[in-house]
């Protein structure tokens, strides 16, 4: 038993005395860039700097972080020669829609055994947003879907035309992408807003007298696509499938993604009875779904838990707050007799209507609302945050006003009835 017990403690020895020995890790030195030195988008760093180690490099990467260490720019990878290797490459600032603020490059390097990373504090400073142009989707019934780019002087130029009919637009300027869908024969269009290419198509499924495609929307770089059958589907900047949920019984009208929540108007599906749904856009579990006694024209979530909603009940306007914690909504103003036909944010929590009686302001914070422009048609809002320009489609008319003057130019008269506006930004 003895020598057993010797055999097994020589043999453990033996086994761990041949056991390969690990590289300790590369050493990194950066000479360039400088810490805490500034950049602008669109520079290239040059970058200076020397990686040792005692076995043969396996790769090099140079890399952009956020201060949640984050990638927010493309690789540049390095495939060294040897076990020491000097950098001197120019590492491009690529990323148009980096904001301003402290950033990292990264430098990694791996010889296979062990991984290094070193770190320089750098400051970089965002191409300056600007306004591109307003689009304007235009469509007469029997007709083309027609998509046009309209300049700060009302100016417009035919941008895209496309077959089947039109029931919604979206804009992802982070992307410079415009999104358009129809409801019975109009596809799902994802279009590069530079060169007019069409990105992707998805075909409607052809089933009157229900539409296929109900509503898009784009927000915190989530596009998000309602089906009538109830399926949600979400995709990225890019344009791959994110996720698919399917909220039974219920026909989305309008989603809104608020960086937590898939916020959304519906329709019960036997009756038309409407309906506002929380679903948690990570999983696609339905937080609730409540009964309204009105309808839905816009939301906007305005602080903390609170939701801001436009609705009219009857021929009567109102806005209410939902609570996404507690999903209670409490009416908490009303407009005169009329209806509401669409909103939209001009920040600081202040919103401008197209009413049946003109345009009006409504601020949040102080719960009150003004007067814009009596004689206002009604129709379709988007602001201009760049420009600080409210534009409003009526009919075949554009107008545009200064925000906050209401100094009024127009109208520009184009071809076809337009049935959605949005802003397409440089980013």
Not at 80 to 109: K, T, V
Not at 242 to 247: A, D, N, Q, W
Not at 285 to 306: A, C, P, Q
Request: glycine share 8%; charged share 15%.
């Amino acid at each position: 038993m003895g020598r057993i017990i010797t055999f097994l403690v020589f043999g453990v020895a033996f086994l761990f005395s041949c056991k390969k020995e690990t590289a300790p890790p590369p050493v990194i030195e950066i000479f360039s860039p400088s810490h805490l030195s500034g950049w602008s988008v669109g520079d290239s760093i040059h970058v200076l700097a020397n990686v040792q180690s005692s076995i043969d490099l396996e790769y090099i990467e140079i890399n952009l972080l956020n201060t949640d260490l984050i990638n927010v720019n493309p690789v540049l990878s390095i495939i060294p020669n040897g076990s020491n290797f000097s950098i001197n490459e120019y590492y491009s600032i690529s990323n148009s829609n980096i904001e301003s603020g402290q950033y990292y490059l990264m430098i990694e390097a791996s010889n296979g055994d062990d991984t290094e990373r070193k770190y320089v504090n750098i400051s970089l400073s965002s191409i300056p947003k600007r306004s591109l142009a307003l689009i304007a989707y235009c469509y007469e019934t029997g007709l083309q879907t027609h998509i046009y780019k309209v300049d700060s002087l009302l100016q417009s130029q035919q941008f895209k035309e496309l077959n089947g009919d039109f029931a919604g637009g979206a804009v992802n300027s982070e992307n410079q992408n415009i999104y358009s869908i129809g409801k019975y024969t109009g596809s799902f269009f994802t279009i590069d807003a530079n060169s007019g290419a069409i990105n992707n198509e998805i075909p409607a499924i052809i089933n009157p007298p229900f539409s296929y495609f109900n509503c898009i929307s784009y927000q915190n770089k989530d596009l998000l696509l309602g089906l009538y059958e109830g399926y949600i589907n979400g995709y990225y900047g890019n344009g791959n499938l994110k996720f698919s949920y399917l909220v039974s019984l219920f026909r989305p009208e309008k989603l809104k993604y608020d960086g937590t929540y898939i916020l959304g108007s519906f329709q019960y599906h036997t009756g038309g009875a409407e309906a506002f749904g929380v679903i948690y856009e990570i999983s696609g579990m339905v937080k609730d779904i409540i009964f309204t006694s009105f309808n839905v024209v816009d939301f906007f979530r305005v602080s903390g838990e609170l939701v801001l909603v436009f609705a009219n009940n009857g021929t009567q306007s109102e806005v209410y707050t939902l609570n996404t914690n507690t999903l209670i909504f409490t009416q908490i103003s009303s407009f005169n007799s009329g209806n509401i036909y669409s909103a939209t944010d001009c920040g600081n929590n202040t919103f401008v209507l197209s009413h049946n009686n003109g345009l009006v302001v409504y601020n949040y914070n102080s719960n009150t609302s003004s007067d814009f422009d009596l004689g206002a048609k009604n129709g379709i809002l988007t602001f201009d945050e760049v420009d600080e320009r409210l534009y409003l489609s009526s009919g075949k008319e554009i107008y545009s006003y200064t925000w906050p003057g209401a100094v009024e130019s127009g109208p520009l008269v184009m071809p076809d009835s337009i049935r959605d506006i949005h802003i397409l930004y440089n980013r």
